[in-house]
């Protein structure tokens, strides 16, 4: 959850419109859902309630409910939605009631998100003549101190960025908050985050890890004791109203005891430099936990302009997100080479880790029917093992539920689909793959975008057609070549001469060891392997009952059987 320092919430009167400031830099226009008006404003009531309880717990209790990806997705989506609805932002409550809070002296700022690498390019692009800053974006919670003639007299939390409580109290008793600049001008005010000290930090390791809401939950208590306050340091990560370049006060800053944000501020000129460094702080130790970068631009407009949202000044990228709200546009079903249906959610594309993702398998029909998953449901996504897209729950069903027609699971089994037949185009593809594939023939060149090709020119019918094609038939596929199909067609005569464990494997026999297929040493023959019973097969070492029984099936089934014969016809496999 993106930290309180870069956020215009107001606690006391908790409203969408406050709730997070809309980003500025957006991706490319993206289409709006093909959904009845009346259907999706029924949707975005519903994802804009579920926004503002995950903002209540964060921001009223330090509870962390969702993700920092999964939140910001939210936000995305909330307006993408409202843009398509052709609904104006709510006006910010500039006026929210004051509960007794403390106006701040100068206003905190939001900061606008940029959701890819190439919004941040292109930021950096639009300031190529500006002097450009980066800082870690420290996670904990914001606070204003101000300082009159050298000595502490006010500190304000973030609030709404006009007003936020009064943590004076707490304060006094921070070491890492100094009671006094020395050599200071009559008026200093600073702006940064306190955070949980947190000595060999990884964030690609250690995440946030409940930091922000620690510091939270320390600083809503009426007395903060020595030890608690002792856990809390401070990042400075800015001086309003200070000297007009970031390396000035940098340096001054320093003075006075900051050096952390001296030590942690580095000029930046270009975009490798950007990446470079976020890369940096977000696998290697800091003090403290972090969910992102800020990139400053030296010099800004005076503070007295400011206001409580995203300037154009500065902006945020945030770390990877491990987890991500996806919206789900079809159901697709891919049948295996076995028969095994696997339901796979196609996503309106989403970024995890920096990598695009368009797609979730969910695992099998049974599983994918618990899940209730249908186009339109908005879904979160995380990544398994960092690399493997997993959908981990559905956080807002579309109402009415659309019909989704599922396979039927009976059509599809270990010896079906032999054939291109109508229904049976994904498995028999499949089928293929496997057979060209490592575990069967290895003939090289042939993928499944190749085996597409040759089934749609109608020149593969059969899993054993391949072996009649010639040289003039290839060539007059798009793409081939005299060379690619010469060295198709030695490919396939190569493969004549694979061993007949792997010919058996390639066209579907379960795993079993060569020796199994043998007797007296040798390859025992498609007649005596057929003659043998379950019991027989029962009986050779690490093989149970349900492998002999497919095992005795293979043998047996008259597809596989035939396309056995025809190998023996032609002298490929002994009978």
């Known amino acids: 959850m993106p930290s309180l320092a870069h956020r215009c919430l107001s606690t006391a009167t908790l409203t969408l419109a406050l709730a997070f400031a809309l980003p500025a830099v957006r991706a490319a226009p993206r289409p709006c859902p093909d959904r009845p008006p009346e259907q999706l404003r029924h949707d975005l009531?519903?994802?804009?309630?579920?926004?503002?309880?995950?903002?209540?717990?964060?921001?009223?209790?330090?509870?962390?409910?969702?993700?920092?990806?999964?939140?910001?997705?939210?936000?995305?989506?909330?307006?993408?939605?409202?843009?398509?609805?052709?609904?104006?932002?709510?006006?910010?409550?500039?006026?929210?009631?004051?509960?007794?809070?403390?106006?701040?002296?100068?206003?905190?700022?939001?900061?606008?998100?940029?959701?890819?690498?190439?919004?941040?390019?292109?930021?950096?692009?639009?300031?190529?003549?500006?002097?450009?800053?980066?800082?870690?974006?420290?996670?904990?919670?914001?606070?204003?101190?101000?300082?009159?003639?050298?000595?502490?007299?006010?500190?304000?939390?973030?609030?709404?960025?006009?007003?936020?409580?009064?943590?004076?109290?707490?304060?006094?008793?921070?070491?890492?908050?100094?009671?006094?600049?020395?050599?200071?001008?009559?008026?200093?005010?600073?702006?940064?985050?306190?955070?949980?000290?947190?000595?060999?930090?990884?964030?690609?390791?250690?995440?946030?890890?409940?930091?922000?809401?620690?510091?939270?939950?320390?600083?809503?208590?009426?007395?903060?004791?020595?030890?608690?306050?002792?856990?809390?340091?401070?990042?400075?990560?800015?001086?309003?109203?200070?000297?007009?370049?970031?390396?000035?006060?940098?340096?001054?800053?320093?003075?006075?005891?900051?050096?952390?944000?001296?030590?942690n501020t580095r000029r930046v000129d270009?975009?490798?430099?950007?990446?470079?460094?976020?890369?940096?702080?977000?696998?290697?130790?800091?003090?403290?936990?972090?969910?992102?970068?800020?990139?400053?631009?030296?010099?800004?407009?005076?503070?007295?302009?400011?206001?409580?949202?995203?300037?154009?000044?500065?902006i945020a990228w945030k770390y990877p997100a491990q987890r991500t709200l996806a919206s789900v546009e079809r159901i697709d079903f891919s049948i295996g080479r076995t028969g095994r249906i696997t339901p796979i959610a196609r996503l309106d594309p989403v970024t995890l880790d920096d990598r695009t993702v368009t797609r979730v398998s969910l695992g099998s029909l049974d599983h994918w029917r618990a899940l209730d998953v249908r186009p339109g449901d908005q879904v979160r996504v995380s990544l398994a093992g960092l690399t493997i897209p997993h959908l981990d729950s559905v956080e807002l069903r579309v109402e009415p539920r659309p019909p989704v027609e599922a396979p039927e699971p009976g059509d599809y089994h270990a010896f079906s689909c032999l054939t291109p037949s109508p229904g049976c185009r994904q498995q028999f593809l499949a089928r293929l793959v496997w057979l060209s594939g490592d575990q069967g023939l290895d003939i090289d060149g042939l993928g499944e975008s190749r085996w597409q090709q040759l089934v749609d020119a109608g020149l593969v019918t059969s899993l054993l057609d391949w072996l009649d094609l010639q040289s003039a038939q290839l060539e007059a596929?798009?793409?081939?070549?005299?060379?690619?199909?010469?060295?198709?067609?030695?490919?396939?005569?190569?493969?004549?001469?694979?061993?007949?464990?792997?010919?058996?494997?390639?066209?579907?026999?379960?795993?079993?060891?060569?020796?199994?297929?043998?007797?007296?040493?040798?390859?025992?023959?498609?007649?005596?392997?057929?003659?043998?019973?379950?019991a027989d097969w029962r009986r050779i070492e690490g093989i149970g009952e349900v492998g002999a029984d497919a095992l005795w099936r293979f043998f047996h089934e008259p597809g596989t059987r035939e396309l056995l014969d025809e190998l023996a016809e032609r002298g490929i496999l002994a009978r």
């Not at 600073?190 to 946030?208: F, I, S």
């Not at 800020?294 to 409580?308: E, K, M």
């Open 477 to 534: 596929l798009d793409g081939v070549g005299p060379v690619r199909a010469g060295n198709w067609t030695a490919a396939f005569d190569a493969a004549r001469g694979a061993p007949d464990s792997a010919w058996l494997s390639a066209l579907g026999l379960p795993s079993v060891a060569p020796s199994a297929l043998e007797q007296d040493g040798h390859f025992a023959g498609i007649e005596a392997l057929a003659a043998r019973k379950r």
């Open 45 to 263: 009531t519903q994802l804009s309630e579920r926004i503002q309880h995950w903002a209540e717990a964060y921001y009223q209790h330090g509870t962390r409910l969702v993700e920092d990806g999964v939140y910001d997705a939210a936000k995305r989506r909330q307006a993408h939605w409202r843009h398509c609805l052709g609904l104006t932002e709510p006006a910010s409550q500039a006026h929210a009631p004051t509960d007794g809070r403390v106006r701040h002296p100068v206003v905190q700022t939001g900061l606008d998100k940029a959701p890819s690498r190439q919004a941040i390019a292109d930021w950096l692009r639009a300031r190529r003549h500006r002097t450009l800053w980066i800082q870690p974006k420290v996670d904990g919670v914001a606070i204003t101190l101000l300082y009159e003639h050298g000595r502490l007299s006010e500190a304000i939390s973030r609030g709404d960025g006009r007003r936020g409580q009064n943590w004076l109290p707490q304060a006094h008793r921070i070491a890492a908050i100094p009671e006094r600049l020395p050599d200071a001008p009559p008026r200093v005010v600073l702006q940064g985050e306190l955070y949980a000290k947190r000595p060999g930090h990884v964030q690609a390791r250690d995440g946030t890890d409940g930091a922000r809401a620690a510091i939270s939950g320390l600083m809503a208590r009426d007395t903060l004791d020595a030890e608690a306050a002792a856990r809390i340091g401070l990042f400075v990560w800015d001086w309003p109203d200070g000297p007009g370049t970031m390396a000035s006060r940098l340096d001054r800053l320093a003075a006075w005891g900051f050096t952390r944000t001296r030590r």
């Open 270 to 314: 270009d975009l490798h430099d950007v990446v470079s460094q976020r890369q940096q702080w977000y696998r290697h130790a800091l003090p403290f936990a972090s969910d992102g970068i800020v990139l400053r631009q030296s010099r800004r407009p005076a503070a007295s302009t400011w206001r409580p949202e995203p300037p154009d000044w500065a």
